[in-house]
Nanobody, 121 residues
Framework: QVQLVESGGGLVQPGGSLRLSCAVS????????MGWYRQAPGKQREWVATIASADSTNYAEAVKGRFTIFRDNAKNTVYLQMNTLKPEDTAVYYC???????????????WGQGTQVTVSP
């Protein structure tokens, strides 16, 4: 019943920027904490950032100072602004509703298709 649709990925040079969007349907968006994850080829999916319903945020160490997560409750959309992109940011990026379970941000819904981000000269 919940659908997550990611968009905004693409090919960008190192140092460039992208803004990812995640449109959420089938849930009461404004009360949900939302997170971004990414998965690089041959690696496990990793948590990137979280924004709570009160707009507090948390970031993985690898993206602190470069990425910003924010939300537009009127549009049921969460965004990830990615600046100063590095080749190691290359991955498929996913969004999900998250809960903090024993200290770990844990995804709650079925994963969407994600959006590909490729950082290459």
């Amino acid at each position: 019943q919940v659908q997550l649709v990611e968009s905004g990925g693409g090919l960008v040079q190192p140092g460039g920027s992208l803004r990812l969007s995640c449109a959420v349907s089938g849930s009461i968006f404004r009360i949900n904490a939302m997170g971004w994850y990414r998965q690089a080829p041959g690696k496990q999916r990793e948590w990137v950032a979280t924004i709570a319903s009160a707009d507090s945020t948390n970031y993985a160490e690898a993206v602190k100072g470069r990425f910003t997560i924010f939300r537009d409750n009127a549009k049921n959309t969460v965004y990830l602004q990615m600046n100063t992109l590095k080749p190691e940011d290359t991955a498929v990026y996913y969004c999900n509703k998250v809960l903090l379970v024993r200290g770990t941000w844990t995804s709650m819904y079925t994963w969407g298709q994600g959006t590909q981000v490729t950082v290459s000269p």
